[in-house]
């Protein structure tokens, strides 16, 4: 059995929804050939102006959807949430080979 095609795709990554929350700028985007527009969303910020909100997350994800784009959405959650993962779902830690918990 052969294995499928495997297909590159590319992402652009927005960090500061006041600059880059913008039709113009996906529009740009989407023209320099990206397959994908990448964000970090948080329920809770993280960081001071940085990092896309729930609803700003929804409506960047509209914007790529009408243009026949993806959305990667990085949470941060086990970056910036550990203890709680750790409390709530034990069982969702990260091991790194040296066997640490995250």
Known sequence: MSEPAKTLRRTALLSFPGRSLKESLIDEIAA?????????LAVEPVIENHGFSLAQGAELAT?????????VAFTGYQIYFPER????????????????PY
Do not use: K, N
């Open 85 to 100: 993962i750790a409390l709530e779902e034990p069982l969702r830690l990260m091991v790194t080979s040296d066997g640490h």
């Open 32 to 40: 320099g050939g990206f397959t994908d527009v990448g964000a970090g």
């Open 63 to 71: 914007m790529c959807q009408r243009r026949g784009q993806g959305l």
